[in-house]
């Protein structure tokens, strides 16, 4: 087992306005579906299995883990939270805290501007963040999930649309 505790942190895919007109409510396009599944395709390719996903209950952040989870070999341990619909980066912290455990990989999916705001937060670098980007950080054991800070991350690779950089 990877002894590193890796946390991607991603933003959902492209949203429409439907259903009962709420934000929160907002489904995937059909460009946000297809981003999403090569969101999941493009972190698998490069060996990244989450164990643990947490996202928002927002209508758009639960489809998008759902078109992303077919690219994975394992399924993870999912958790949801409305708390990461509007809070901000604390509450993602305390998320990852909660439902990591000694798990090596975490995904969080969740919303703009919180999702940017976070990574600048744990690394001091600010990243953009389009529909379905991601950034993977590292920190140097598992056992740090509790220990998640201001500039403990270190950032490995961004995933955007389509383009893999790093």
Known sequence: MDPK????????????????????????TLRGVQQAVRLGQQLASVGWQPGVVIHSEARRTTQTWDHMAGAFDRAPRVFSSWDLYHDGPSAYLQAVAQWAGAAPGVLLVGHNPVVGELVELLTGQRVPFGTACAALL?????EDWQGWDVALGVPVRFVMDRVLAG
């Open 138 to 142: 590292e920190l140097p054991r598992a």
């Open 5 to 28: 505790a890796r946390l991607v942190v991603a933003r959902h895919a492209e949203a429409g306005w439907g259903g009962s007109g709420s934000d929160r409510d907002r489904p995937l």
